[in-house]
């Protein structure tokens, strides 16, 4: 199978975290794979996480900046040229800009096609998404060979370019696989919701309506842990005292991907009020671990999320309210949608995501070297 020239990292940060389980299992499975990536890494040990696994990686200084694009232009030429690249998988409009105008360069001596996994564009304000899918899109049209949603609802906002799209989900790691089912709380509801505290997060939503739920029934069991860090959590902490739940909500502040994990267990619910999600990992995570999801219709809820079988599916907050009130009602229902959940969690298994992606990857080679399909 040809080799894959794949982007490692991610604007300003470096060498993703995200990105290097990505490549780990995609090598793991056998795809043959040169990454490629800026100095920095989001995270200490990345590097030596990629080193561990003998996969090639080759380091740009400045590739994760805005700056120099001719300079670094020639270096990816280069790169591609001396290692026989037909087959460039991207992961921002950077790196696709940088590709498609070594593309341009190399049109007639040396053919590559371009792959682009669609990981965000801006969301909280409506002109500005409409001005992003446009641009986006537009670009994608022009210079992509294939695009990549992890989602339908993704995929829905880019109908012109549904012939380029693959659907295939991001994975989780490993760690979130335990073995056996762990059982789930039964004090109540015990939610969490992971997620940086800035607009169109909606934490406040969560709070609001949990507020009202504890007033209608007189719950005295059930928690909410609200993760993270950001502008607003100042703002949260102070609604909650305002509506004297204080004492039911806690604000544990940035914490690790393990520390996040170690709280999924420890809950029963995983709660997303956001108002878009290009992907979600905050409904994915807990599905995989095996507990209720309750989620707006954003990301890939509605590929995973039957209402009353996988969690529950809601757009305003009475209607999370009445969610709340009818699950501590019947908390039943909650480990038994945490056991469905957990039969499903191969959907987010590493491996099975990289055989897919590796059929469809064969299929873009094939096409390469036989264009005519005879």
């Keep these: 199978m040809a080799v894959i020239l794949f982007f490692a990292s991610d604007f300003k940060i470096g060498l993703s975290a995200l990105l290097t389980d990505e490549l780990i299992a995609f090598y793991q499975y056998g795809i043959d794979i040169l990454a490629i ?110 695009v990549i949603c992890m989602c339908s609802y993704l995929k829905r906002k880019f109908r012109l370019l549904s012939y380029k799209i693959e659907l295939l989900p991001l994975g989780v790691p490993s760690s979130f696989f335990t073995e056996e089912f762990q059982q789930l709380p039964q004090n109540g509801l015990q939610m969490i919701f992971p997620a940086q505290f800035r607009h169109g997060k909606n934490q406040d939503v969560i709070i609001r309506a949990f507020a009202k739920h504890i007033k209608q029934t007189n ?109 501590y009602a019947h908390q039943e229902l909650i480990c038994q949608i945490g056991e469905n959940n957990f039969r499903e969690r191969d959907l987010f298994n590493w491996k099975r995501i990289s055989r897919v992606y590796k059929e469809k990857i064969y299929l873009l080679v094939e096409k390469y070297e036989n264009p005519s399909g005879t």
Aim: aromatic fraction near 8%.
């Design 37 to 146: 990536a800026g100095e920095n890494e989001q995270e200490p040990g990345l590097t030596e996480k990629v080193k561990s696994e003998n996969i090639p990686l080759i380091r740009i200084a400045g590739l994760d900046c805005h700056a120099n694009f001719r300079v670094l232009v020639e270096k990816i030429k280069e790169i591609i040229v001396e290692n026989n690249i037909h087959i460039v998988h991207v992961q921002n409009n950077w790196q696709l800009a940088l590709v498609a105008y070594v593309k341009y360069k190399l049109l007639f001596k040396h053919k590559i096609r371009i792959v682009y996994t669609l990981h965000g564009f801006r969301h909280n304000s409506l002109w500005k998404s409409y001005i992003a899918q446009v641009i986006i899109g537009a670009a994608l049209l022009l210079f992509a060979d294939r």
């Design 219 to 327: 719950d005295g069991d059930s928690r909410l842990i609200l993760p993270g860090a950001g502008d607003l959590l100042n703002e949260m902490k102070r609604l909650a005292d305002s509506l004297g739940i204080s004492n039911r909500v806690e604000f544990p502040g940035l914490l690790s991907k393990e520390d996040i994990r170690q709280l999924y267990l420890k809950s029963n619910i995983g709660i997303v009020s956001s108002n878009s999600e290009t992907f979600g990992q905050s409904i994915v995570e807990p599905f995989v671990l095996g507990r209720c999801v309750i989620s707006r219709p954003v990301g890939i809820a509605n590929d995973i999320i039957q209402n009353g079988v996988n969690g529950y599916i809601y757009n305003h907050e009475k209607e999370l309210t009445e969610i709340f009130d009818d699950l």
